[in-house]
């Protein structure tokens, strides 16, 4: 099957479905291609059914509109449930390949969002380990509480709402670790009066866990997992740190489930694919490179690509919300001024910059490390294995330790391991850019490729 | 309510539930036995994008247990080996 859009949007999340309600407005045919069962992406990820609640959706209402508006579109078509595995430029047309055929443009927008940073650590492939995003996901798509013990770590303000929605669907949050030092927001206080709805966000949620008795403990950080006999998580090692998250005092906690994040990575394999000019910011984290109207720049000019959310820079719902009407507006080359909601974009981005120098990822993670601890969970490479290629090898960048070890190699191509092995060898950013390159996005059988003609 | 089977068990849910979900919901939190360690694993990333959590269904392995939706009768078994 091959279908050919005016418009195409990538991603079912706040600024995909904000891109393809303004482009569709704007007069295009547009055909917006999601992964998920349902629109909403990670944020607004929901039950589908007619009651969802207040305390694990936030801006909901909002959401919800937005949602019904794209499928009452009668210019939008929504593809769900069409996994990606191929995108490339053949003769001035960008062709995506996915599960459901092929969809074809010259009128692309990218708004493939962003999943969980994780840092390795003792244990940390135990079953009841997992990302603050897969609990999170669990309880707002299908209701499901992962654990009834639950220590939430790592560091940035989505751990906030990921513990206020456990604990108020009734799992006892035993642990809420923040790795950052308390008066952090201190020196960033200015952008916070800046966006006094987003500090009172916060506010509502450290309130809310108050009454849970859940208090943050800063400075602290789950350094090591342990299994019981049945495999599964039984209990976690939790440090004191100093400023650069070396260890000072440890201390054991029992739960059943450590939802541990880092903050967020962009998604860029698809912007790579298509030869997409990517940057690389002080903390490691690869974005797509946009100019004024959030159009990316490549080499074909017959093509107009561009990208929104937080493809272009972790910011979080309201930017990416902004980022997609503008998108959606400059590709169907909208006359409608843009001054407003370009002067919005600007406030919020200065917002999500103070954010990343609120929670900074300390390099002192790499001291938790054993020679045991599991780097690339797909290939089962440890720390050793890797430090061996160094020695024995000479292996001096990410791409040889990837070839001598298999790190990165296996079914999650590197999305997991690929910045912890860019932070363990000190990669420069324009190797971190040519690790985030993936030819074959998702894995497919010889089957599925031949059914499309290509064998 | 929808049936499948995990390790034979039957297992009862809401239609639209996942294949993760459902288990989770139910107990049961190792979907596969590693390739090389034959090391336990579960629900990591809960989105699709580490891999983690592969089950084998209808026969078929490598399915991503947090991104397949239960259907009636699917046959649902942990996965050996990668």
Redesign the interface.
Known sequence: MEVRFQVIVLGGGPAGLNAAKYAANAGYEVGLID???RLGG?YWRH??CEEFDQSVHHNFDQGSLLMDAVLANPRITVHSETNIWSASIINDEVVIRTNNGAFITQRLILATGA??R?LPFPGW???????P??????LK??G?L?GKRIVVAGTGPFLLPVATGLSSHGASVVGLLEASGKYSWAKNSLELLRNPAKALEGVGYLLALRTKKVETRYRQAIIAAHAGAN??LESVTIANLDSEWKIRSTYKLSCDVAAVGWGFTA?TAIASSLGLALDVDASGSVSVVVDENQRARQSNEAIAIYAAGELTGIGGSDLALVEGAIAGLAIAGSTQDLKTLKKRRKKLRSFAQALTKVYPVASGWKSWLSADTTIC??E?ISYSDINEAREEFDASDARTIKLLTRCGM???QG??CGRTIADLMNSTPQERINSASRPILS?ITLGEVAQEGLL | MITFTFEGEPISVEP???V??AL??HGE??TRL????S??????????????C?VEVDGEP?QRS??T?VKEGMVVKVQHG?
Do not use: K
């Open positions: 992964a998920g069962s990670q039950t589908g999943y969980d994780s492939d135990i079953p009841g380990v997992m990302t995003g897969a609990a999170q996901s669990l798509g299908h499901v992962v495999g599964s998604d969970r797909c089962e296996g079914l999650c999305r997991i894995p | 639209g539930t996942s993760a979900a989770l919901s939190r190792i590693t390739r090389i360690n090391a336990p694993r579960s629900i990591f990333c809960g989105i699709g994008v580490c891999f983690d592969l490598n947090c991104i939706t990668s």
